[in-house]
Nanobody, 119 residues
Framework: QVQLVESGGGLVQPGGSLTLSCAAS????????MGWYRQAPGKQRELVAI???????NYADSVKGRFTISRDNAKNTMYLHLNSLKPEDTAVYYC?????????????WGQGTQVTVSS
């Protein structure tokens, strides 16, 4: 069982930046899909960014050009760099690690970290 712990959330002014981290309790080398999701009050959880084996990344249209996802296998950690933040980015951000090649797939979630963008 892998435990995921997020950190780095907080209160930031519009236009500001944050870096979220998701640290795993064990090696992340075998996870073939890792991503960040967010959930704003009264809304469904949505995919923000994903990084898959080989380093391919994909982003929600609303964050393209502003957010960057990365992973550091040596540190067993995934990151989300948030730039040019907007009030509509306010949400709880969750990290998600998947082993999609297993049957059934293994899916792990972090506990979430709050990001609030407000002046």
């Amino acid at each position: 069982q892998v435990q995921l712990v997020e950190s780095g959330g907080g209160l930031v002014q519009p236009g500001g930046s944050l870096t979220l981290s998701c640290a795993a309790s064990g090696s992340i080398f075998n996870f073939n899909a890792m991503g960040w999701y967010r959930q704003a009050p009264g809304k469904q959880r949505e995919l923000v960014a994903i990084i898959i084996s080989g380093g391919t990344t994909n982003y929600a249209d609303s964050v393209k050009g502003r957010f960057t996802i990365s992973r550091d296998n040596a540190k067993n950690t995934m990151y989300l760099h948030l730039n040019s933040l907007k009030p509509e980015d306010t949400a709880v951000y969750y990290c998600n690690f998947q082993l999609t090649y297993l049957s059934p797939p293994r899916i792990y979630w972090g506990q979430g970290t709050q990001v609030t963008v407000s002046s």
